[in-house]
């Protein structure tokens, strides 16, 4: 038989890594924002006009007898015209009758009775007011009602965040290296 007289040692190590990380970040960074509203106000106008009633009754008063110193004056005015146009117009048929001398009669005894007594004559005669009215008018009141309403005027700005990212690393290393120790151990001695 053979005798092993050697025998061979084997020594190994692992390899050892090391790891070293550093965390990923994010970093935002934001400048103040400028918050800027204009409000106009809500406008609200109410316009009224007053309602009106409005009564006349010069003419019923007048009816009676009862006249304005400016409606009386005015038929006086009126009555006395008319007088004058009916004067006119009876020395005009007067001084036509006169001058017809074609016709035999004579016209002057006829003229002078007419002119003294006739024109005088006159016929009165009472009756009741027709029952003229008053003139009623009348003007309601008007509402204008006007509404504006508010507004908000938005002057604001918007301000961009900054946003800046770090990423993480992961740095690997060999802590030791492996290896392997082989020897040849004699057993004799």
Do not use: W
């Not at 009472?126 to 309601?140: D, L, V």
């Amino acid at each position: 038989m053979l005798a092993v007289s050697k025998r061979l040692e084997m020594h190994s190590t692992p390899m050892k890594l090391a790891m070293q990380t550093t965390s990923a970040r994010q970093e935002i960074t934001t400048d103040k924002q400028n918050l800027r509203l204009e409000v106009e106000p809500s406008q609200f106008t109410v316009n009224r006009t007053k309602s009106e009633l409005r009564i006349n009754q010069s003419a019923c008063f007048a009816e009676m007898g009862s006249k304005s110193p400016e409606q009386f004056s005015a038929d006086n005015a009126s009555y006395g015209y008319s007088m004058v146009l009916q004067g006119i117009e009876r020395v005009v048929d007067q001084g036509n009758q006169l001058a017809a001398i074609e016709n035999k009669s004579d016209p002057i005894p006829d003229q002078a009775n007419y002119n003294a007594f006739g024109q005088f004559e006159k016929s009165f005669n009472m009756q009741k007011p027709t029952g003229a009215k008053p003139n009623i008018s009348f003007t309601p009141a008007k509402l204008d009602i006007q509404y504006k309403p508010a507004k908000v005027h938005n002057q604001s700005t918007y301000q961009k965040p900054q946003v800046e990212y770090i990423a993480g690393k992961v740095d690997i290393s060999v802590a030791q290296y492996n290896s392997l120790e082989i020897s040849v151990v004699d057993l004799k001695g």
